[in-house]
């Protein structure tokens, strides 16, 4: 990385970080640059509901009962392997339990048995002054036994002897920051014969750690500086699993015996890892470190380690740039491979630099005699806070404002003279008035505070706002925050309702006027939390349909959107987000030309593909050797879908400033969702998947579909007032559960609910058909029940002069291909080996699309010709346009009916906007394109019975296969459709259809 020469190159990377989202998982005070990372993490948002849930409900009232009930006895066991990954350890290998220091005398009384005849123990004269209090009471305690130093300087070879029974090594040397080769460290002290224990403290969190890799004997660890644990959080020790059937220490506690409830008068040690519990775990410690695990599940160590580097060495650079002539010394290793993610500065004054810069906002750390720390931990900290940093170090040495004697006070303590320092809670702000300022440094610490100025955690916005419907009037914003409180817009509000522990907020906005774009603002609590601070995006606009819109529209649309973060090999085979890439032009365009809508045509998120970050948190949370594997399993892992797809920063933005429809497909379950009855009834006795089906279609009630709903739906829902009833002061999970399962039943052909919905944006309107939970697969075979498409008929009525049918599932295919689907459907439905082999190739290639369901597809193609010709309008609409996906490249088909020239129908359909296809699928679509593969293909279905097409169809653009959107401009009554990838994908694709539409 080139090192950024101004603010606003720190504020672009910021943009483009792929940790950036994770900052909001910290409550961090306003105005503050935290670096102290390294000595005490700041809290994450999570911590004070879940230990309020401990308290209140697992203690106040499951009392005893939450050993078992809540895991409380499992604790230590269960956290150790969500942290093992942290530490390259196998789930096993790992467990949590007491304090560095009692772990660490554990762990050196057991390599000492292990290595009985050897007499010494080697550690750095250097070390963390507790691990050497440890090492030296150990030594003194096993008798004969003496600890042998090593020095700045000094290689361990030259320290290893045939006596050496044990080398105890800290990972980051917790005064310069220094990184140990650990790999090379463990091979020196094996081939001595010793055994070998790291103390990873100050790495575990800030880089990737690799205990299994090293072939390390003991760790030992905690979690409360990067790891966010809080103080006083319990720590962790690491034994591998070739020593832990003979390691004992002395520690002989029951929670470590084999049997600790048959209350034995013998010590027989627990196997495994568990041998190294003591006494009963401190719960309420436990807490906060469980929400802390749950953000670190969701983290990429290869990106942590990268920014980690990048920003230690953006802060060397503007050091040594700004700070050299001030008599500053840099004590860390230049080398990034060298480092930790820690700085460490000498400096004659170093105590009073360190108060003069806390008391501007930057807290950092000192260490006697002359050590100032910089630790950066990369999960909140951003690139421009690491420039403002540095602005104010310059400012501090250069005024000499540190020289104040005010600056000289010391505590017990040495953490910060400042309000903010964890000892204090009180926040009476300095006089900041006379302190000299640079340009573009962050404000002055502002923290709201209770009339007895305690410091309060103000609600936090995880995702969202989501701009959902809109007309001339009004408009729906959909929000998830991390807590219950009152949802502010623009004077309208709402307050939240939680659905299995995670809280949603809808807001209907009115008294807005026709044509307006209105910049806003979103409140929780009143404490303002969107638009973001630094925001690189315009301002978040309510943009309403203005009272003559007529037949004026702009709407993107696209479908399967694999939005996680990628893998470099990954991003290599799927290429860039077409929709992110569209989002970056729009936003350097005036807001007059932005888009009216977007239109999500299913696949969002991949339940059935999850993300690497995705599978890390999934294989903490159970076995993913077991069904479902790494596809999600609940509505808890569904809920991490959308976090992970929609926090993506331009996306998010799109979306709160873009009136945004949405369907599902396949994907957003499992593929080839409800293909055929067969399908129903072999994923039925599957165990996993109730649950499955159950969070998934709640997750999309409730991220999705709501905000699909007019404001007149939304106040005549029933479900949602239930939800919201008792949401409001409990948690609504059961409600939504019992919905979820009615939603997915099939009873008498008809299904319980319709996902299907309509919008009018002027003259255009746009109705969208769910071809996924409505099918009726029992007694008829078809895409939506007739009461559904009755309902479907009706929606088409009336008078506009541009119709949209959005499915995800295209409606016209390739003409190979449509009549494969409909020979198929024919064919499974014969008895015996013939009607079950058709049954497995239509489900091993998919097979599942509207021509597969012919009594469907002929019903719309009547439908279509009906509304062309004007039979059911007020007068002929000008085009006909059924949108689509799934099929993973993007075409255009007109349709024609008979011999007249019009109506004119087409299928305009865009997908993938980021994924791929395999190389066999596209050539498959190639050809079914062809006249000759049509033409043999026909001939089949027309012998085995497959009745002739009501309709015949031409290709006007496609087959293409890049990530691509599709930009509909509708002006009067032309019309054209655009499908545009990012720049290195190549040029736009325009098709005009303007001339092909019928004139009044």
Not at 439 to 449: F, Q
Not at 736 to 746: G, H, N, V
Request: charged share 25%; hydrophobic share 40%.
């Amino acid at each position: 990385m080139a090192t950024p020469t101004t603010r606003s190159d720190c504020v672009e990377l910021d943009r483009r970080d792929p940790l950036a989202a994770m900052r909001d998982e910290f409550t961090l005070p306003d105005g503050v640059i935290y670096l102290d990372g390294n000595s005490l993490g700041p809290l994450p948002r999570a911590a004070s509901t879940r230990v309020r849930e401990m308290v209140d409900v697992e203690w106040g009232n499951g009392l005893i009962r939450s050993w078992n009930e809540a895991g409380w006895y499992d604790k230590p066991r269960t956290l150790g392997t969500r942290i093992a990954p942290l530490v390259g350890a196998q789930p096993d290998e790992v467990v949590v339990c007491d304090s560095t220091s009692i772990n660490l005398f554990k762990v050196l009384s057991a390599a000492l048995r292990l290595r009985s005849g050897r007499s010494t123990v080697v550690t750095e004269a250097g070390g963390f002054p507790t691990d050497l209090y440890i090492i030296e009471g150990a030594t003194n305690a096993a008798t004969g036994h003496r600890r042998r130093l090593l020095y700045d300087g000094q290689d361990l070879a030259d320290v290893l002897d045939d006596d050496v029974a044990v080398v105890v090594l800290g990972h980051v040397d917790y005064r310069t920051g220094r990184l140990r080769d650990m790999a090379r460290l463990t091979d020196q002290a094996h081939r001595a014969g010793a055994l070998m224990i790291w103390d990873v403290c100050h790495s575990v969190g800030a880089l990737p750690v690799r205990l299994g890799d090293c072939g390390v004997d003991f760790a030992v660890g905690c979690t409360y500086k990067y790891l966010n644990g809080g103080p006083g959080s319990p720590a962790f020790t690491f034994a591998a699993q070739r020593h832990q059937h003979d390691a004992r220490h002395p520690l002989s506690g029951w929670h470590g015996h084999a049997d600790p409830f048959a209350f034995s008068q013998d010590y027989q040690p627990a196997p495994g890892i568990s041998r190294f519990l003591v006494g009963s775990p401190p719960m309420l410690s436990y807490a906060p470190l469980e929400s802390s695990v749950d953000i670190w599940s969701r983290v990429d160590l290869d990106q942590l380690r990268a920014k980690s580097v990048a920003m230690t060495s953006l802060f060397l650079a503007l050091v040594d740039e700004r700070c050299a002539d001030n008599g500053i010394e840099v004590a860390s290793p230049r080398n990034p491979a060298e480092r930790g993610s820690q700085i460490s500065l000498r400096y004659p004054d170093g105590y009073r630099v360190v108060q003069a810069l806390i008391e501007r906002g930057v807290i950092v750390d000192f260490r006697t005699p002359d050590v100032l720390r910089f630790g950066f931990a990369p999960l909140y900290l951003r690139y421009v806070d690491v420039w403002d940093a540095v602005a104010h170090l310059h400012d501090v040495l250069a005024s000499g404002v540190w020289q104040e004697e005010r600056f000289n006070a010391r505590a017990t303590v040495t953490c910060p003279q400042w309000s903010g320092c964890p000892s204090e809670l009180a926040v009476a702000a300095p006089d900041r008035a006379r302190l000299p300022r640079t340009d573009g440094l962050a404000p002055a610490s502002r923290r709201r505070t209770t009339d007895s100025g305690r410091l309060m955690t103000e609600p936090r916005l995880l995702l969202g706002p989501v701009l959902r419907h809109v007309d001339e009037t009004s408009a729906t914003v959909w929000v998830e925050t991390d807590r219950p409180c009152v949802v502010a817009i623009l004077g309208c509000e709402s307050r939240t309702f939680q659905v299995g522990g995670h809280h949603y907020g809808l807001v209907v906005i009115t008294g807005l006027t026709p044509g307006e774009s209105r910049p806003y603002t979103v409140s929780l609590d009143g404490h303002a939390v969107w638009p973001l601070p630094d925001s690189p995006f315009p301002a978040s606009r309510i943009r309403t349909y203005a009272a003559d819109q007529g037949s004026r529209l702009r709407m993107v649309f696209g479908s399967c959107r694999f939005a996680a973060p990628l893998t470099p090999r990954q991003r290599r085979r799927v290429g860039a987000d077409a929709l992110n890439a569209y989002t970056e032009r729009m936003a350097e365009r005036p807001a007059d030309e932005w888009p009216d809508a977007l239109f999500l045509l299913g696949d969002q998120v991949y339940a059935d593909e999850t993300s690497p970050n995705i599978r890390r948190w999934i294989k903490q949370r159970r076995d993913t050797r077991k069904p479902p594997g790494i596809g999600v399993a609940d509505f808890e892992e569904a809920t991490q879908l959308y976090a992970e797809t929609w926090s993506d920063p331009e996306i998010r933005w799109l979306m709160s400033t873009v009136s945004t429809s949405m369907i599902f497909d396949d994907h957003d379950v499992i593929d080839d969702w409800n293909t055929s009855a067969s399908w129903r009834r072999a994923m039925a006795r599957r165990p996993w998947w109730r649950e499955r089906i159950r969070g998934c279609l709640m997750t999309y009630w409730l991220y999705q579909h709501l905000g699909n709903l007019t404001p007149s739906e939304l106040a005549e829902h029933e479900v949602l007032a239930e939800v919201r009833r008792v949401g409001e002061t409990g948690d609504a999970y059961d409600v939504l559960r019992d919905f979820a399962d009615k939603a997915d039943a099939e009873v008498d052909g008809v299904k319980y609910t319709r996902w299907s919905y309509r919008r009018d944006i002027g003259s255009v309107r746009l109705v969208v058909i769910d071809t996924r939970c409505g099918r009726i697969l029992g007694t008829n075979r078809l895409m939506v029940s007739d009461a559904e498409f009755d309902w479907i008929e009706d929606a088409t009525r009336g008078d506009y002069e541009h119709l949209l049918i959005g499915s995800s599932l295209p409606w016209l295919l390739p003409h190979a291909v449509h009549e494969a689907e409909s020979l198929n459907e024919r064919a499974c439905r014969h008895d015996g080996i013939r009607g079950w082999l058709a049954e497995q190739v239509r489900q091993a290639i998919d097979l599942e699309h509207w021509s597969a369901f012919r009594t469907s597809f002929d019903r719309l193609a009547r439908l279509l010709h009906a509304i062309g010709k004007g039979e059911r309008t007020t007068r002929p609409p000008a085009t006909v346009s059924v949108l689509s996906g799934d099929v993973h490249h993007s075409y255009i088909a007109e349709a024609h009916f008979d011999e007249h020239e019009w109506p004119k129908v087409w299928q305009v359909t865009c997908s993938p906007v980021h994924n791929t296809i395999p190389w066999v699928a596209e050539l498959v679509f190639r050809v079914a394109w062809s006249r000759a593969a049509t033409r043999l293909v026909s001939w089949w279905a027309r012998r085995r019975g497959v009745g002739p097409r009501p309709l015949w169809w031409d290709k006007l653009s496609g087959p293409d296969f890049r990530n691509q959107v599709a930009v509909l401009d509708i002006v009067g009554r032309d019309y054209t459709v655009t499908f545009e990838s990012d720049a290195e994908a190549g040029e736009p694709v325009t098709v005009p259809l303007a001339g092909r539409v019928a004139r009044p």
